[in-house]
């Protein structure tokens, strides 16, 4: 491979969290971990079907950064969402219903993998067009301005999506407007097979937005306290009032794209590098160092998540499937119900 | 002699063959390069004809579509990829506002010699953004011309006269059909095939399914149950969805006098209703019982298989439409 990216060094520093807050943070990169190691196992086994993208790697960003909102805030997140749902609050029950496409799921197992949604946690959803979210998010960061809300929509997107013109016009209209929206990017170097180097001709995102005249700063994607501490500064700026604001996280996708990838694009090496660098492993020792961590206690978390997992499951197995009769439900509001 | 392939290796090897063939020829698009195109439509090529004519393009759909415009005026033969029909939306105004208007709008001064593959339709449970069949909207643009490769043959023999067409082609090809397989003529290296009339697929006499793409081997599929109940179901596959090849369509009207047009479209302003009304205004009295259609249901196309199903065209949908025109 003619383009290479080096994972950077191990994370280091104190970790500034109290154990309770440590805890729920790698209790999440856990129940994530494991949700998608059991999507993946039940892909295989033809319960998930059509496309299914792990977050696998990339555990810290969403939930060092979801844990930096608020209930009251907007989240719009992309088909490599699984995560993002989960950290926001739906159940896993609801998110693995829906990968099997039961009524139970989130979206009655109309949406799938991609398609994750939650009117109650404000998750407006798994969009599956590239750069489809950011206008989306500008548009409801613009309610909330207009409405004098305290809320602070957070729109997640990929290093592909940068390239697409809603990107950048999803930019210009927040920075013009000076609309509450934390723009988080989640680069992993990739674009499905393209490497970053081959589809931007400024690499370094950052200058992008910024000539959108907006802040925007950088933080390791692998390591969750810088996401998490990097967040939660971004998010009280907008929150105040300051306009958008870009946050990119450095990240790395462990697994393949979706479940069709060969990965002809990238070294077998440059994957390894990155694993030693997998953000629970690096984040389990640096507390075990301090001593906030024992191996009992993260048997015990990891257990659960495993158990949360099994039940997930069997709440998806027991679900039902919607009525075909019902399939026309939805597609605009039944008269009856209409103004 | 024939030899048997799969629409996969006719595709790859029709644009390997332009590719040899013609320098002005590159394939342009998302992941075409080294993740060796997003269906392994051009696995190989990259190594074979290098990065300036198998170029890796950035997510930015309308840019290199329109850039792909430019260097078709520029003299080049370009084959711009669009991953999906789904994402050609993206793309949408540099088709219609600059690659099907320049050459009338120029006053004939600026044809746009351009071929766009892009990848159509439901049956992979993808959920409703990755679901669509837009070609009706296509089909309804003058200017350009429209493709829908359904067979083996012509998979592997569009592409040629759709590269030496002077003006916009557009080429669907059905995710449902890359595996199929079928028999090929071995013609040496003349594969190319008409890119201007329908083909009867199947020979009736009791009822004509008008259809394309895929929903052809669903349309033959029908005829075949249809076959065992004693009705001779005739299959004509459209292949060019504009120009419409009216002659074929009124012959198979007035042979079979009874008819059944069968597209995964949405059936509100889909490509089915311009072929019943083309038949209503020119074939009417040929009739012997009204035209029906099998399309889409009007629904986004749902994820859960068995809704996915309910939502498009089958084979037992087709026979009971057509069983219907007897009753
Ligand atoms: C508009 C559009 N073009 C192409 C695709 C196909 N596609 C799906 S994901 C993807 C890669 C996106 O990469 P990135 O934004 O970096 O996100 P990542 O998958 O790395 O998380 C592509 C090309 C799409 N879904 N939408
Ligand atoms: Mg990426």
């Known amino acids: 491979m003619d383009v290479e990216h080096h994972a950077p060094p191990p994370p280091s520093g104190p970790v500034p969290w109290d154990k309770d807050f440590a805890f729920r943070l790698l209790a999440d990169m856990l129940r994530i971990r494991r949700m998608e190691e059991k999507s993946a196992e039940l892909y295989g086994a033809g319960k998930i079907r059509g496309f299914l993208h792990l977050y696998i790697g990339e555990e810290a960003v969403a939930v060092g950064a979801l844990h930096a909102l608020q209930p009251q805030d907007n989240v719009v997140a992309t088909y490599r969402e699984h995560g993002h749902a989960l950290v926001r609050g739906l159940s896993m029950n609801s998110i693995m219903a829906e990968m099997f496409g039961k009524r139970e799921g989130c979206a009655k197992g109309r949406g799938g993998s991609m398609h994750l949604f939650d009117a109650a946690t404000r998750f407006y959803g798994g969009n599956a067009i590239v750069g489809g979210g950011l206008p989306l998010a500008a548009g409801l960061a613009l309610a909330a301005k207009l409405r004098n809300e305290d809320r602070v929509t957070a729109c997640f997107f990929g290093d592909g999506a940068v390239a697409e013109g809603a990107f950048h016009e999803a930019l210009n209209l927040a920075a013009l407007w000076k609309l509450p929206v934390l723009f988080c990017c989640e680069n992993n170097l990739y674009g499905m097979g393209t490497a970053i180097e081959r589809a931007e001709a400024q690499t370094d995102l950052c200058v992008k937005a910024g000539s959108y005249g907006m802040a925007a700063l950088s933080c390791d994607g692998m390591d969750i306290v810088d996401v998490h501490e990097k967040t939660r500064e971004a998010a009280a700026r907008v929150r105040a009032g300051e306009g958008p604001l870009f946050v990119e996280y450095r990240t790395y996708r462990f697994r393949a794209h979706s479940m069709f990838d060969a990965e002809l694009y990238r070294a077998k090496a440059e994957v390894e590098e990155w694993k030693t660098r997998g953000p629970i492993h690096t984040f389990t020792a640096r507390l075990k160092a301090e001593g906030k961590l024992a191996e009992e206690e993260f048997l015990a978390l990891d257990a659960a998540a495993m158990k949360e997992v099994e039940d997930a499951v069997a709440y998806a197995e027991a679900g039902s499937w919607e009525p075909v009769e019902e399939m026309l439900a939805d597609v605009t509001t039944p008269p009856e119900a209409a103004p | ?327």
């Open chain 2, 1 to 327: 002699m024939t030899r048997r392939l799969s629409y996969r290796e006719a595709m790859r090897e029709a644009m390997r063959e332009a590719l040899q063939n013609d320098p002005r020829v590159f394939l342009m698009g998302e992941d075409v390069g080294r993740y060796g195109g997003t269906y392994a439509f051009s696995k190989g090529f990259l190594d074979e004809f290098g990065p300036e004519r198998i170029r890796d393009t950035p997510l930015s759909e309308l840019g290199f579509v329109g850039a792909g415009i430019g260097a078709a005026l520029g003299g080049l033969r370009p084959i711009v990829e669009v991953m999906t029909v789904n994402f050609s939306l993206l793309a949408l105004d540099q088709i219609v506002n600059s690659a099907a208007l320049l050459r009338h709008m120029s006053g004939g001064q600026f044809p746009v010699p351009l071929v766009i593959r892009m990848c159509t339709g439901a049956g992979r449970q993808l959920a409703a953004q990755h679901s669509h069949s837009f070609e009706g909207w296509y089909a309804h643009i003058p200017g350009i011309k429209v493709l829908a490769p359904a067979t083996i043959e012509d998979a592997r023999g569009m592409l040629a006269p759709a590269l030496a067409d002077p003006d916009p082609v557009v080429i669907f090809e059905h995710c449902g059909l890359f595996n199929v397989e079928g028999e090929l003529p071995d013609n040496g290296d003349d594969c190319a095939v008409d890119i201007a009339s329908a083909k009867v697929r199947r020979a009736g006499k009791d009822v004509a399914i008008i259809t394309y793409g895929g929903c052809l081997p669903k349309a033959l599929a029908a005829a075949e149950t249809l076959a065992q109940d004693g009705i001779s179901a005739e299959v004509l596959d459209l292949r060019v969805l504009r120009p419409l090849d009216d002659a074929a369509i009124a012959a198979a009207v007035a042979k079979c006098r009874r008819v059944v047009v069968v597209d995964e479209n949405w059936k509100s302003g889909g490509l089915a209703a311009e072929i019943v009304a083309r038949i209503v205004e020119h074939a009417f009295f040929e009739l012997d019982a009204p035209v029906a259609r099998v399309c889409a249901e009007e629904v986004p196309i749902p994820y859960a298989k068995h809704l996915e199903e309910a939502a498009l065209p089958q084979p037992d949908k087709i026979v009971a439409a057509v069983k219907g025109l007897f009753a």
